[in-house]
């Protein structure tokens, strides 16, 4: 199988989005990258500006946390429970956590063989043009100022690859970017389908590939897959719904809609598995909508359907393939209903 090239840089909005270092997607790339089957990449600019968004999240999280701290004060309920008596004791500190981080980072810099990219050799006077011109990565906005780093991270690796004669994915769910024109960086925003790609490469390199038979175990045991799934949705689920304005309230069960196998590992098989799940409830009209208007089919009850697409992340150990393991389910993180 031919792949169009091994070099790949991650922008910031990418790792943030994967909690930095934490997500299944995140972790297969930086072993892929550790085993020298792809090479990934960062510039010095994207080194600090993502120390720089991790600085920003501590703080919101600080604030979020002292916020919480004085609601527990103010409403002193809470010290009833001896889980809250000692929550004043835990304090957040930026400085200490960031320091923490920036190690993990310079960690996994190392230990995945990821290459920085100086951007002492950019042609500053091109990006001015760029600014100027309203070309991506710049936009017509006030707020184009704050994409000189972007400017710069791309022309770092568009001269890199010219000099070196090499393509790079760039991956970036940033749309400023959207009419970059490059005949050296391939611009793409989806991590899971661009892993789906490296596995697919990889497999193809091994002796007896193993993706063929990971397909046919998800297809042969997808009925207890979904039993599993329904299983934890159950403890994830969250209904915050107004019952004076809704009922008959409905959920079907989840139902498959597309996975993709995105890491061959050493012991596991990854994949990255979306389900959906149809909603449906009637919204009454209250008070305020029968004031508002003196039409009668304006404040007749109405009937809602939702459709919501849930993530899970599954392992498949390499000794047993009809053993699929739920590792998570939207992240671990709480599915909410809210009626707006």
Not at 44 to 61: A, D, F, Q, V
Not at 81 to 96: C, G, H, N, R
Not at 98 to 117: F, H, V
Not at 214 to 241: G, V, W
Request: a positive charge.
């Amino acid at each position: 199988m031919k792949y169009q090239t091994k070099n790949i840089f991650l922008d910031t909005n990418i790792y943030e989005r994967s909690n930095f270092f934490h997500s299944s997607n995140i972790q297969s790339l930086f072993y892929y990258s550790r085993i020298n089957v792809i090479n990934l990449y960062m510039t010095n600019i994207s080194k600090n500006e993502l120390i720089s968004r991790m600085r920003k999240r501590l703080i919101e999280t600080k604030d979020d946390h002292n916020l919480l701290i004085k609601s527990i004060n103010k409403t002193r309920i809470l010290r009833n429970l001896s889980e809250y008596e000692d929550a004043e004791k835990f304090t957040i500190s930026v400085e200490k956590s960031l320091g923490e981080l920036k190690k993990k980072l310079d960690t996994i810099i190392n230990t995945s063989n990821i290459k920085i990219i100086s951007s002492n050799n950019v042609n500053v006077d091109s990006i001015f043009n760029l600014y100027y011109e309203n070309k991506p990565p710049f936009s017509q906005y006030e707020s184009k100022k704050y994409e000189f780093p972007d400017a710069f991270i791309v022309s770092t690796l568009e001269t890199w690859c010219k000099k070196n004669r090499k393509k790079m994915f760039f991956l970036t769910n940033d749309g400023d970017f959207n009419g970059f024109k490059s005949r050296h960086l391939i611009f793409k925003n989806s991590l899971d389908q661009l892993l789906e790609q490296i596995t697919t490469y990889f497999d193809s390199l091994r002796q007896y590939p193993i993706l063929p038979r990971i397909r046919e175990s998800l297809e042969k045991n997808q009925i207890y897959l979904l039993d599993l799934i329904e299983h934890k949705l159950i403890e994830l689920f969250t209904i915050d719904l107004d019952y004076e304005k809704v009922s008959n309230f409905e959920r079907e069960k989840a139902r498959p809609i597309s996975y993709k196998i995105t890491a061959i590992r050493e012991k596991y098989i990854e994949i990255s598995y979306v389900v959906e799940i149809v909603i449906k409830y009637t919204v009454l009209p209250d008070p305020l909508d029968l004031n508002k208007t003196i039409f009668e089919e304006n404040i007749r009850s109405r009937r809602i359907t939702e459709n919501v697409l849930v993530p899970c992340d599954l392992e498949i150990p390499f000794g047993s393939l009809n053993n699929i393991q739920l590792k998570w389910v939207n992240s671990n993180q709480r599915i909410i209903l809210r009626n707006e």
